[in-house]
């Protein structure tokens, strides 16, 4: 086959696939915003993404707080700046590592199951039985896991911020022989709104990027469990590079030129 | 256009690629009547069924319910008729994360918001109908064996009493009693309910028993159609063969000779 036939069919396909993806987000966005409204299944969704996330993105945060701390210090100790550890910790936790951490993991917990638990509904035709039942699968499956994910990342990349300020803390003092205190003044001294108030838009962009990305790969599955699976790893894949070339255009639209 | 008439399809046309499932297919359901379609497999049967509903659009070609063309319908339009419909699907498709009952209430809480006590006690009296104790009803769906499945999904299809009912293989899987059970259920409650009812099928024993009019789809055309006393005498060889499930014959199966 003709080699330039093959980049001109791959483009294609790539610019049908994006055409798609925004299609679907798009009706899943404007159905966000049209009743009726499923209270009761956001509820559930906020507990399956932030209530049961909470314990692997609490040990990562903390563990990520601790590993920093130890870095910075080794890092900054060959300029005799070690005081740096406290801000450097809370700027890199609020700033960057609490939400894109938290958003790889959440992706890799909760696209992956979206696009399981939706798949499996479309291979089983649970989803054309919700259409015959009045009931429009967008407005049902789609729309709570939307509202679920932009609502309930904010609040479980906060809890982990605070998770990973905390491990940092603990290094510092128990470790690294900080004063308690002024290890406390200096990370509050230093930390600035819009260290936190970007990090938690972050995670809010995050938490649209898993529900959606997880939600499409689920309802274009097909052929039964091997697509199944196959939807499940594009979900968790395509949703993890979505965070990473999104984090930086947030962090480009918050902190460019400043 | 004939009001005894409560489904028409003429000229569907329907292509994946270049594969024809759907040849211009004509086909009428006269009202309060039970039409079997009969057919191999990927001959274009539940692609047919989807059309009808409105979950997969034809190409071209108009599908009239109770004399409108349902090609034409806008979201609300579609959603009002959608009503009318219930549908039994050949895996059941029961929601296995609720209840039996909550299942056979589906369509009435979420599609006519109706009370969810109102709707319970529909619920377990629909079951009743099918032979099911009010027990069954706090059973998940996983809980039951293939032969309950079907039943809990003809409950859920007569549960909002609609006018127009499909059954998509509804004794594929079944052992022969249990096959014939269904069978029973399904021509008590289309009686019952006074509805028109579409199915689709393979099992001639089924199709002999549930039908009033019978017609055999074959590559995506409609090849014979008369009243179901007449199968047997229906002059058509293709009919011949496949009722009698014979390998020789005008069908060829493509598959490879040893």
Known sequence: MNPLAIIGRVFLDFLSAIGRVSLFTFQGVRHVFTPPFYLPLTIRQMMVIGYYSLPVVGLTALFTGMVLALQIYLGSSRF????????????????????????????????????????TMRVTEQIDALTTLSTNPM????????????????????????????????????????????????????????????????????????????????????????????????????????????NYFVTELFFSGK | MSSDLKIALRGVHKQFGKKVVLDNIDLEVPRGKSLVVIGGSGTGKSVMLKCVLGLIRPDSGEILIDGQDSMKFNAAQREESLRKFGMLFQGSALFDSLKVW????????????????????????????????????????????????????LARAIAAEPEIIFFDEPTTGLDPIMADVINDLIKSCVQKLGATALSITHDMASARKIADYIAMIYKGKIIWYGPASQVDNSGNEYVDQFIHGRADGPIKMDILKP
Not at chain 1, 171 to 186: E, Q, R
Not at chain 1, 234 to 241: C, F, G, T
Not at chain 2, 111 to 129: C, H, N
Request: charged share 15%; proline share 2%; glycine share 12%.
């Open chain 2, 102 to 153: 909550e299942n056979v209430a589906f369509g009435l809480i979420q599609g006519r918001s109706m009370a969810r006590d109102k709707a319970k006690q529909i619920a377990i009296e629909k079951l009743g109908q099918v032979g099911l104790n009010p027990d069954v009803g706090e059973l998940s769906p996983a809980e039951l064996s293939g032969g309950m499945q079907k039943r809990v999904a």
């Open chain 1, 80 to 119: 005799n700046a070690e005081s740096a550890v406290a801000w450097i910790v809370v700027l890199g936790i609020t700033r960057e590592l609490g939400p894109v951490l938290g958003g790889l993991m959440v992706a890799g917990r909760v696209a992956s199951a979206m696009a399981a638990e939706i798949g």
């Open chain 1, 139 to 246: 407005k049902y499956l789609v729309a709570p896991r939307i509202i679920a994910g932009i609502v309930t990342l904010p609040i479980l990349i906060l809890v982990a911020d605070i998770i990973g300020v905390m491990g940092g803390y603990l290094v510092s003092t128990h470790k690294l022989g900080f004063n308690a205190a002024t290890y406390i003044k200096n990370t509050v001294d230093f930390m600035q709104t819009l260290d936190v108030v970007s990090g938690l838009v972050k995670a809010a962009v995050f938490g649209f990027i898993i529900a959606v990305i997880g939600c499409y790969h689920g309802f274009n599955s097909k052929g039964g469990a091997q697509g199944v699976g196959r939807a499940t790893t594009d979900a968790v894949v395509s949703a993890s590079i979505l965070i990473l070339i999104a």
